[in-house]
């Protein structure tokens, strides 16, 4: 299995924060906030990762993680041109996976949680990681029935569950296939939302429910919050070395 980070957009809702730089490079905490999915995927145990960026801070990036060494990885870079959807940043990365597995992750999502155990026993289909959040209907919702998911919706006005579907997904090679068959949402963007009931359709989704703290950070109250339990959870680390 292969590792993807999306960390293109233009950062919107953080600005102006983001008028000179990526969003995925502010602070969390004491390190960039790019620095923590790649954490996790190296902590699933991946070592090829591909980082996917907009245009005007690639090189930032580059700069900031270089070849990957440090991190005992090796890192690619890809460029999305201009923003069309979650999905048409993953469709890029096509040829990097060379059918091999994907994980993928958002680059603005922080999480506490291993997902190594789902990533080392992932064979076919397509898996994601749920946490229940007081505030779904930010997020794609998925609407469960005993152990399956039937359906995911993107934002709803009334969810379905209170479980937000989070910016980490696992799938097999077929991903980039239905990424090709995908039209363009009202918002003219490929939706992620739409690969996932692909895979709900097929019978082929499975999902964990996160245990631990998770958190986008693509507004100020989440960024924020994201810094805040980073912190707790360090600060904790170290009164647990002590008691």
Do not use: C
Not at 25 to 42: A, F, S, V
Not at 46 to 57: A, K, P, Q, Y
Not at 115 to 143: M, Y
């Amino acid at each position: 299995m292969k590792g993807i980070i999306l960390a293109g957009g233009t950062g919107s809702r953080l600005y102006p924060l983001t008028k000179i730089t990526n969003k995925h490079l502010l602070p969390i905490y004491d390190k960039p906030m790019i620095y923590y999915p790649l954490q996790t995927l190296i902590d699933a145990g991946l070592n090829e990762i591909m980082i996917v960026s907009g245009r005007g801070h690639a090189g930032d990036f580059l700069e900031l993680l270089g070849s990957g060494a440090e991190f005992g990885v090796h890192l690619t870079y890809e460029i999305q041109e201009e923003a069309g959807g979650i999905a048409q940043a993953l469709g890029l990365a096509e040829d990097f996976a060379d059918d091999d597995s994907v994980a993928v992750i958002l680059g603005d999502n922080i999480f506490q949680d291993s997902v190594r155990e789902a990533v080392q026993s992932f064979e076919s289909g397509a898996h994601v990681f749920l946490k229940e959040v007081p505030d779904a209907n930010r997020f794609g919702v998925a609407e469960i029935e005993g152990d399956h998911i039937v359906s995911i919706e993107e934002k709803p006005e009334k969810p379905k569950s209170n479980y937000a579907v989070t910016g980490l997904y696992l799938y097999d090679s077929d991903v980039f296939e239905i990424i090709s068959t995908l039209k363009p949402s009202g918002r003219g963007e490929l939706e992620i939302t739409d690969v996932n009931n692909e895979y709900i359709g097929q019978g082929a989704m499975s999902y964990s429910v996160l245990e631990g703290f998770w958190s986008d950070a693509g507004m100020f109250e989440s960024l924020l919050r994201a810094g805040q339990m980073v912190a707790e959870s360090k600060k904790n680390i170290v009164e647990s070395r002590f008691y």
